[in-house]
């Protein structure tokens, strides 16, 4: 299998409790590089709960975990099972940078070093070469005279912008986005959902949790509707959006639209 047919990430019977509460129960999926892959489904169904499972954020109990054919490797079982390797982890989440619902800028810093940061920090680059990346990315996003201005001088919507700029300057191989739209008004929500489109329309590697089901529709090589901790149905958007087979998918959809 070359490095083009192995899938960025991977995911193989995921099961994921809080204690007692069982939130995944035997979930996989696969993304290809440059496929967008959304995830969408009630509020409670484990949409956001899996994606931080991919990030690493979150601990699951079984299953496995696979980044570019690399699996993570694990110490213990059950409730105790945690990533074995540090250094593996680090290497791995630096290469999935993740937006989240409520932005995540720091306040004290203004947006070019917070899109700056991470690369600084976390990667150790040269500061000029991630000064240049920071404002073409800034650029990119339609904020790039926001450099100087701090988070709280920003509208809801350049503010999650910005938080995209912050993942690309990680210059990462697959970018997870979680409820990136779902915090914005109607009219800021369509300033994000541009810049989305137009990173998928790049080619770029995308795990996407949304609410937007036009968005999901729109930029969507493979859809996952995830009921209860389970996929209950998936596949190519017109397929899903179009004709869905189960009951649950039909269900939701209708008061989706409704709503």
Known sequence: MSDNDTPVIEIRDLHKAYGQLEVLKGVSLSARRGAVVSLIGSSGSGKSTLL????LLEDSQQGEVIFKGE???WKGEGLNRHPADKAQVIR???NLSMVFQQFNLWSHMTILQNVMEAPLTV????RAEVEAAARKYLDK???????DAFPAQLSGGQQ????IAR???????ALLFDEPTSALDPELEQEVVRVIKALADEGRTMLLV??????AADVSDHVIFLHLGKIEEEGPPDQLFGSPKTERLQGFLSATVAA
């Open 160 to 163: 999650q912008r910005a938080a």
């Open 141 to 147: 996003v339609g904020i790039g005279d926001k450099c």
């Open 92 to 94: 791995i989440r630096t």
């Open 52 to 55: 931080r499972c991919c990030n």
């Open 167 to 173: 993942a690309l300057c990680m210059e990462p191989t």
């Open 123 to 126: 990667l150790k680059r040269d």
């Open 71 to 73: 699996a993570v490797h």
């Open 210 to 215: 949304t609410h937007d089901m036009r968005l």
